[in-house]
């Protein structure tokens, strides 16, 4: 039984290996949809680059849409110096042929998940949460459809990497962060308290380049530059391999441990604007609303992103 997915996105690197790793699993994933928002890069950029990543998978049945360029309140706020000016450097991508839906990706989400049953869809986000919040506020009867929402973001215990209190992709849109989390939907959060367990370290890398494919060219490629800015930042083995998680988490949940806790988040301005607020110490009287991962086997992650790389042309 595959599980219908809509994958929301802001390609990136890390991006696009998640996305490659679901179009790469088609007997477990049905992916309904790719809708790009506004992150890493401006949405001309994320849309362009998610077309290029159904080219590069040859998965050209599914389809690609354009989300919202800019964040619910917040001016647009871009990561080109870690990802580069095309959001995902580090390979010489040829031109590309994937046509963008003219649909916009918001009305294809509210479309989807009004059309489905009762928790069928799972929407798994990678960027900012602009995309989702906006479906949600437009009709708020889309929620029934929503068998639950993984996203990458947030952190805890690591703190922020944006600002110290704040992850990039909750801090580009907290409000849309805030709407999302207080949607009443089943949510899952993978943190920077997971992703930063998962580095992209020499051995693994090697291991994309040798895949003898397009694909683990590209990957090795991009991972080489991303690694870039975080080994000189963190001074750490290599770059946090941060959205592929989500992906991973539905393919093989059992890599993951977390629990569910009440999150909250900071939408007022100063220092902790965008800030994931978690209450894992249990010393609020907040409701639990989402579970929250912490932990990972990082050997276990990377080998099932490289096997299921491998697949791709
Ligand atoms: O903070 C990491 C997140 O922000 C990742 O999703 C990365 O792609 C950027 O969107
Ligand atoms: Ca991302």
Redesign the pocket.
Known sequence: MTRAIVID???????ALAILLALAAPEALDVRGIVAVA??VPLPLTQKNACRLVDLSGRDDVPVYAGCARPMVRDLIT?EN??GNSGVDGYDWPQTKTPLQDQHGVDFIIETLMHAGVGEITLCT???LTNIAMALVKEPRCVRGIREIVM??G?FFEGG??TPAA???IL?DPHAAHVVFTSGATLTLIP?DV?HKALVTADRLAAMAALGNETGKACAGMLSYFNRHDVEKYGSQGA?L??PCVIAYLLKPELFSGKKIPVQIEISDGLTLGMTVMDWWGTTTEAPNCTVMRHIDADGYFDLLTTHLARLP
């Open positions: 996105t802001d390609p990136g690197q890390d991006d992150g890493n990561a870690v990802h990678l960027g900012p990458m973001g952190g990497n944006t992850e990039f992709n580009v920077l992703t946090p941060h959205d």
